[in-house]
């Protein structure tokens, strides 16, 4: 098993849709959670980083973490086309070697 | 802040030379650096880790003679590829955090090509 499941899509929504992005993983070790999004061939951007289960919110985009259930997500409100990207989850285990652990990757098209 | 700079953005060189990537941290002084590498449609593959004064941890199955790394300093650290082959044609993204290494920012990624 993956320590690491991410659907690699590609979703495709139309402007203002509500977009959930989901990520599952194996390795109770994994302290940390983010969402990365990467535009075509540029280096991922950090978009949300959270520690603990629950919500965090910051504008349009909210992070939801379970950790009972080993599933984070992502949602997106009111997308727009700037979206369009690929948003990669990613996991840390709180060492001090900083190693991450990213999914797949989900491509996300918003169309006007 | 927390911006990364990579340079060059994209090379294109012949099967058997070296090619050079440098990655430098701005505005900030970055503990550690990572080097990614980053196939079409794949997600990141982490080649190795370094901190600046010492060796890098390369994970496994990579070369590390072939993969040199070098972090000099606080700001700045270069991934060599040496004797370069189409098969290491690539995006390879640097990253790097300062004090809490949870955290990573990255670099705008190097379309290395290898004819």
């Known amino acids: 098993q993956k320590e690491v499941e991410q659907d690699p899509g590609p979703l495709s929504v139309p402007e203002g849709a509500i977009v959930s992005l989901n990520c599952t993983y194996s390795n109770s070790a994994f302290q940390y959670f983010m969402w990365y999004r990467q535009y075509s061939r540029k280096g991922p951007e950090l978009l949300m980083y959270?520690?603990?289960?629950g919500n965090k919110e910051d504008g349009r985009f909210t992070a939801q973490v379970d950790k009972s259930s080993k599933y984070i997500s992502l949602f997106i409100r009111d997308s727009q086309p700037s979206d369009s990207a690929t948003y990669l989850c990613?996991?840390?285990?709180?060492?001090?070697?900083?190693?991450?652990?990213f999914g797949r990757g989900t491509q996300l098209t918003v169309w006007p | 802040g927390a911006v990364v700079s990579q340079h060059p953005s994209r090379v294109i060189c012949k099967s058997g030379t070296s090619v050079k990537i440098e990655c430098r941290s701005l505005d900030f002084q970055a503990t550690t650096m990572f080097w990614y590498r980053q196939f079409p449609k794949q997600s990141l593959m982490l080649m190795a880790t370094s901190n600046e004064g010492s060796k890098a941890t390369y994970e496994q199955g990579v070369e590390k003679d072939k993969f040199l790394i070098n972090h000099a300093s606080l700001t700045l650290s270069t991934l060599t590829v040496t004797s370069a082959h189409p098969e290491d044609s690539s995006f390879y993204i640097c990253?790097?955090?300062?004090?809490?290494?949870?955290?990573?920012?990255f670099g705008p990624g190097t379309r290395l090509t290898v004819l």
């Open positions: 959270t520690y603990s289960s």
């Open positions: 990253s790097a955090s300062e004090g809490t290494a949870h955290t990573q920012y």
């Open positions: 990613a996991f840390d285990r709180g060492s001090t070697l900083g190693r991450l652990y």
